[in-house]
């Protein structure tokens, strides 16, 4: 029996369910794992540095900024350095997690019109590889916390390790919905860059939450998920227990992202390899 080429490049509808894609690309740590590691060593490859240069970049943010903030907002070098490092780590890992999130589908089209596997495996090799980068600019925050706050590394700030396995999770729906939303329409891409580009100076990084009030503070601070997102990791590392209304709203979050990533993904999975 022959098969014509047109029939042989027809994707092929893979027999899990949405459920089942989701837990088996979960429990499939060893691909998500390595296809994790390969990306982040093929972004590298050839430079002397490699992923310090994640390092480095935040370092020279930090530095610029913390010498703007300090003089514009008259902070004390021991109080807002911490702030802004810790800070900047956890926007950094965030935001590209965002913006990967948009071609993880986009960039895998010859695996998705070619083979069938776990969609979901993608996603978690997303968060695997921001995990990776985020522990590498960690050293820069401990640098930051000895030389200006020695007296803020507290016992708190193991609550970062939950706060940081929240963010991960959210980052595994997000990575999903945003993939299968962009490949579909390919402008919510741009959309999201956007959004991302003017996020950064809203959201409380650069500057305290305490600095607005009122209606100010709920756009900005109280209805701002990325702000809880970054308090609830940010906030231990500076030596304060983050607020149970971070939680709450990371919580809330998680349930409502993942029950909508889910019906969405139960309905289009089968259509991702022919949206690519």
Same mark, same amino acid.
């Given at each position: ?21 989701? &837990? ?12 994790? *590691? ?14 310090? *240069?994640?390092?480095?970049? +935040?370092?020279?943010? +930090?530095?610029? @900024? ?22 900047? &780590? ?9 913006? %990967? ?30 995990? /990776?980068?985020?522990? !590498? ?13 020695? !007296?803020?590394? %507290? ?5 970062? /390790?939950?706060?940081?396995?929240? /963010?991960?999770?959210?980052?595994? *729906? ?19 860059? =956007? ?6 100076? &809203? ?8 600095? @607005? ?14 702000? !809880?997102?970054? %308090? $609830? ?6 030596? &304060? ?6 939680? $709450? ?6 349930? +409502?992202? *993942? ?13 991702? =390899?022919?949206?690519?």
């Amino acid at each position: 029996m022959t098969v014509s080429p047109a029939a042989a490049r027809t994707p092929r509808p893979l027999g899990t369910t949405a459920g089942e894609d989701l &837990i088996r690309g979960l429990m499939n740590w060893q691909l998500y794992g390595r296809l994790g *590691w390969l990306d982040i060593k093929r972004r590298y490859r050839r430079t002397v540095l490699g992923p310090l *240069w994640s390092v480095v970049t +935040v370092g020279i943010m +930090v530095a610029t @900024l913390g010498s703007v903030g300090i003089g514009l907002w008259k902070q004390n070098a021991a109080n807002y350095l911490p702030f802004l490092t810790s800070g900047l &780590i956890v926007w950094v890992l965030i935001s590209t997690i965002l913006t %990967e999130a948009c071609t993880i589908f986009v960039y895998a089209q010859n695996f998705l019109r070619q083979i069938s596997f776990d969609y979901s495996t993608l996603a978690y090799a997303l968060v695997w590889r921001n995990l /990776v980068s985020f522990l !590498h600019n960690v050293p820069l925050y401990v640098i930051v916390m000895l030389i200006f706050a020695p !007296h803020q590394l %507290e016992p708190t700030a193991a609550l970062a /390790v939950p706060g940081l396995l929240l /963010v991960l999770v959210n980052g595994a *729906w997000i990575a999903l919905l945003l993939g299968m939303c962009c490949l579909r329409f390919r402008d919510i891409q741009q959309l999201v860059a =956007a959004l991302i580009q003017v996020s950064i100076f &809203i959201t409380p990084i650069f500057w305290p939450a305490d600095y @607005l009030s009122g209606p100010f503070r709920m756009v900005f601070v109280t209805f701002n998920p990325l702000y !809880h997102f970054i %308090e $609830i990791v940010r906030a231990p590392l500076i030596g &304060i227990v983050p607020p149970a209304s971070s939680y $709450i709203a990371v919580l809330i979050m998680t349930a +409502v992202g *993942w029950l909508a990533t889910y019906a969405l993904f139960r309905v289009f999975r089968q259509r991702i =390899a022919y949206w690519s």
